[in-house]
């Protein structure tokens, strides 16, 4: 069964520093988000990225934030200067196109938890 | 803005009982709603989701109901095993189609063997 998978599974890093959340969408999916899950609380929207672009973002994801499609196959969050408040999981989800457009159903990565000290 | 929430945080169900985990939304023009299944350490895994335009939708076991009035979704899994033990989130579409999806807090479903 075809699956998104996410890189590293675990990251440290100290605050002030650049790092890049890596994950691999299913193949046949047009629509990809990202979110974050502060240990103990909910699920938080980040972004959503469909056709080379960002069609929607949240008030988290300010300009310490940036989403690429580097090529056909991986979609990355890079955050530019991490901040302590920034330690969380990070998830990457996808879903597939459908004739009216973007599908409902979102298949979520086992997530990169990020540490800021 | 939009919420999502739910009703407890924990849910204790001795295994073979039916389990009944509750959520309220806020935005009464939400058209999608998703039940997500969290285990420890993974990724939310996709459970049944329900339209809008629909009250009730039956999986394996599990059942949504969807009431608009008051704006409140159930999810109900029959027969409760050791392995629903998870924390349970509720989400819905928000406005917009772009697919953003709004969480609620989660319910962690403990089974008793």
């Known amino acids: 069964e075809p699956e998104v998978t996410q890189t590293p599974s675990h990251q440290v890093t100290q605050m002030g520093q650049e790092v890049i959340l890596r994950c691999v969408p299913i193949s046949n999916h047009l629509y990809f988000y990202w979110y974050r899950q502060i240990l103990g609380q909910k699920v938080e929207f980040l972004v959503s990225f469909y056709n080379n672009e960002i069609s929607e973002k949240s008030e988290i994801f300010d300009d310490q934030f940036s989403v690429e499609r580097p090529d056909g196959s991986n979609f990355t969050l890079k955050i530019r200067s991490t901040k302590l408040e920034d330690s969380a999981m990070y998830f990457c989800?996808?879903?597939?196109?459908?004739?009216?457009?973007?599908?409902?159903?979102?298949?979520f990565g086992p997530g990169t938890r990020l540490t800021v000290t | 803005g939009e919420s999502v929430g739910l009703h407890l945080p924990t849910l204790s169900v001795q295994e073979g009982d039916n389990s009944i985990i509750n959520c309220a939304y806020s935005n009464s023009a939400s058209d999608y709603f998703i039940w997500y299944k969290q285990e420890s350490g993974k990724g939310p895994q996709f459970i049944i989701d329900?339209?809008?335009?629909?009250d009730k939708r039956q999986g394996q076991r599990v059942t949504v109901l969807l009431n608009k009035t008051v704006k409140h979704l159930s999810l109900q899994i029959a027969a409760t095993q050791p392995g629903d033990s998870a924390v349970y989130f509720c989400a819905d579409r928000g406005a917009g189609n772009t697919g953003k999806l709004i969480f609620g807090q989660g319910t962690t479903l403990q089974v008793k063997p």
């Open positions: 329900i339209r809008s335009n629909m």
């Open positions: 989800a996808s879903s597939e196109p459908t004739s009216q457009g973007n599908s409902y159903e979102q298949y």
